[in-house]
């Protein structure tokens, strides 16, 4: 069955880094566009990322870019977000997803950057 399985997340203080993995499985991983979406305390889901399943093109949302880098691995079917210089206001629920014909949706990692 499909699986989308999201690990790295924790407690960061301000200015630090984490990387957050994404482990697909049950589908073609490298035909679908990978996103990262994020859920902070009492807010709406916010788009951070995403990288194409063609050339590997990648997007930003404003309040991340220059900080955080999405990649993929197609030989480990898995997706990548690295979070640097993290700010209390990155704190939520990381989600991982899946786009193609379909979507698929993780289960999500919680992120908390707080000293």
């Known amino acids: 069955q499909v699986q989308l399985v999201e690990s790295g997340g924790g407690l960061v203080q301000p200015g630090g880094s984490l990387r957050l993995s994404c482990a697909a499985s049950g589908f073609t991983f490298s035909s679908y566009f990978m996103s990262w979406v994020r859920q902070a305390p009492g807010k709406g889901l916010e788009w951070v990322s995403e990288i194409n399943s063609g050339d590997g093109s990648t997007y930003y949302a404003d309040s991340v870019k220059g900080r955080f880098t999405i990649s993929r691995d197609n030989a480990k079917n898995t997706v990548y977000l690295q979070m640097n210089s993290l700010k209390p206001e990155d704190t939520a629920v990381y989600y991982c997803?899946?786009?193609?014909?379909?979507?698929?949706w993780g289960q999500g990692t919680q992120v908390t950057v707080s000293s």
């Open positions: 997803n899946a786009r193609f014909n379909v979507q698929y």
